[in-house]
């Protein structure tokens, strides 16, 4: 049987292993950060709708710079955005690419701060870009005066910042993004897909981008949208970077049933995000909870909660999934992640953790 020893893949993609976490048939599944509540009725309707009316068209290319879609994002956005700050691709993992394809890439080089999304250096691989792991505080928090350290030890031509953080939660002060921008060579991009889970008073760097044409802050319709199935994920950011990425993007990248259906979840975003609060009070209600059984947890602005199992994480994953609860081990040493779902999913949650 041939294996990918035998082909003649890249060097350095020898000995990768694709992402994604598991996906098994359990009753209670909080380890991909997915929104649980299904999508409302009245919304299912009108997605059925607007893809209807796409079919007969079908024969036809979409719209190659999906612009109503944009502008439908920019209006949500706010901020004085318009339709020639904001980029649409399939999910924010291809914005993200889009962004390293046209500012990385061979004999360039992207900064991240681990522990962040898993994914931002898979993608640096892929496009060519060399990938550093920087660092955080103990308490995975970052200060302005330690990321511009190593902003200016290592160079690099693009920044990533997580804002909440993933795994952490850990939502960034906004002088950390104007302190990076003052130093960072390159484009410094503030991953946002968790935005609208954060605490009141959490800016969001949007807030930033007037003046900073190398600052791009990407979000997605997978987390608090409800829309993972749909994959749509947007940039923001000065107009001359929309330019950018659209060199590298493919051809009719995001089909015309995509557009429909994720502009139709956009026009009923109310009853979309009204899960988004109802999802915040499970997550503080995890928090409280493992704190007030003695365990250490993650501050989170997030839809999931970071904590401490005081052993060894691997062991309390399997035991928490031989009780039909699946999470996420995000190979942190003592640590695991579990996504706040449903008020009953939360229920299986705690109540398992009593058995650890």
Partial sequence: MTTLDDLPLRDDLRGLTAYGAPQLDV??????????YPVPDDVVEAIGKAVQDELRDLNRYPDRDAVALRADLAAYLGHGLTVANVWAANGSNEVQQQLLQAFGGPGRTALGFTPAYSMHPLLAVGTGTAWVDGHRGGDFTLTAADVVA???????DLVFLCSPNNPT??????????????VAPGMVVVDEAYAEFARPGTPSALTVLPG???????RTMSKAFGFAGGRLG???????????????????HLSALTQAAARAAVAH??????????????????VATLRSRGLTVADSDANFVLFEVGGDQRAAWQALLDHG???????LPGWLRVTAGTPAETDAFLTAMESL
Avoid: F
């Fill in 150 to 156: 190593q902003v200016r030890q290592h160079d690099p």
């Fill in 234 to 252: 947007y940039l923001a950011a000065d107009p001359a970077v929309v330019d950018a990425v659209q060199l590298v993007r493919l051809p009719y």
């Fill in 212 to 218: 900073h044409p190398r600052l791009v802050v990407t």
């Fill in 27 to 36: 009753p209670v599944r909080l380890n991909t950060n997915e929104n649980s």
């Fill in 269 to 286: 975003r109310d009853g979309l995000l009204a899960t988004v609060e109802a999802i915040k009070e499970q997550r503080d209600r995890i």
């Fill in 169 to 182: 939660g850990t939502a960034l002060p906004p002088d950390v993004v104007t302190a990076v921008l003052d």
């Fill in 325 to 331: 609860v699946l999470v996420r081990d995000v190979g």
